[in-house]
């Protein structure tokens, strides 16, 4: 293991180093990653980021993205700068499994894994952690990386803040969620004084949709929409069938479980859809409902208390019946 000393010993010198994050990256992904990258290339450092597949086209705007590559399209270049890393800076995950097929090449490197992160259990294959669940992006977490423990302020640029930024508004929803503390107030007006402008972001990432995502998201609201009164919950379910109708690309269901969750009476919300290879589900819950125990349970996943996602193997129709049935379990919770 690396204590603190020793890490920024190591830092203060030129090193390879890769950042990575988890599959199909969000704002929060591509936000850390980005403003991790642009920190320490002012730093001299030898940086790439690598994602384990693609991301949305609205975060594709953000400074230092036409550096990034995907796994997925360059394999073996991605294996090589993984093999000949001294660093791999792993954000936003804290399980290798996380990043698809990258993970086994993470967990043979060499390289000194820097874990930084915000989600519970982590697994340990990390040599550094700055971790805390209490954060509400990773992309703080990055800031407090980069000012409180390395000491370089003056070093969150323009770019570096923007970054910072996006990650911490779109896993804030916007800072209405419950982790967004004074401290994340502190710490966006900071960035906003070091450059990143706050409304132009906001119109980058959510005011940049095509018609087919909003056809495709009325399609969700009016015809796969399903109300359970009786236990204060919503549920949006979509087939393979639906995402090739609407053409919906990458990204294009983000966000889309929060329109079920704004009902004033419904403290638990679904979206579940089908995609290739497995039926994936995001939920989002209010207050103390605790929605990472369900998938985790349940459906192989994880996350935070009031946003978690996991998967099936099943089909479409046996999930959804599946989630029904576990309903009841928290029936208490629901209603009270």
């Not at 894994?113 to 971790?131: C, G, Q, S, T, V």
């Not at 919503?234 to 294009?252: F, H, Q, R, S, W």
Request: charged content about 20%; glycine content about 6%; overall charge negative.
């Amino acid at each position: 293991m690396l204590d603190l000393a020793s890490l920024k010993e190591l830092l203060a010198q030129p090193q390879k180093i890769v950042i990575t994050t988890h599959h199909k990256p969000d704002g929060d992904a591509m936000g850390s990653s980005l403003g991790l990258y642009n920190y320490l290339i002012q730093q001299g450092h030898h940086a790439k980021v690598i994602t384990p597949t693609d991301y949305p086209d609205f975060l594709s705007w953000m400074p230092g993205n036409e550096e990034v590559i995907i796994y997925t399209e360059q394999q073996e270049r991605s294996a090589a700068l993984i093999a000949d890393a001294d660093i791999v800076f792993c954000l936003d995950f804290n399980a290798l499994g996380r990043i698809n097929q990258m993970g086994e090449l993470v967990g043979a490197s060499s390289a000194y894994k820097i874990m930084i992160d915000h989600h519970l259990e982590p697994e340990d294959f990390d040599d550094y952690r700055h971790w805390n669940i209490n954060a509400c992006a990773t992309a703080q977490l990055i800031y407090d990386f980069i000012v409180n423990e390395l000491h370089h302020p003056e070093l969150v640029n323009k770019d570096v803040a923007t970054c910072l930024y996006t990650g911490i508004m779109t896993d804030s929803a916007s800072f209405r969620l419950p982790n967004t503390t004074s401290t994340v107030h502190r710490i966006v007006a900071d960035l906003i004084d070091a450059g990143a402008v706050n409304w132009r972001i906001h119109e980058l990432v959510y005011n940049s949709a095509s018609e087919g995502r909003l056809r495709f998201l009325g399609h969700c609201l009016a015809n796969c929409l399903e109300v359970l009164p009786e236990y204060n919950t919503a549920i949006i379910a979509v087939n393979k069938a639906d995402l090739e109708k609407y053409d919906v690309d990458t990204g294009d269901t983000e966000g889309i479980v929060n329109y079920a969750l704004s009902m004033g009476n419904i403290r638990l919300a679904a979206f579940i859809v089908e995609r290739r290879d497995k039926v994936k589900l995001s939920l989002r819950s209010k207050g103390e409902f605790p929605a990472n125990e369900i998938v985790k349970k349940y459906f192989s996943g994880g996350g935070h208390r009031n946003a978690a996602g996991g998967h099936s193997e099943d089909s479409l129709e046996q999930v959804i019946q599946q989630f029904k049935l576990i309903l009841p379990e928290y029936k208490k919770l629901l209603i009270q």
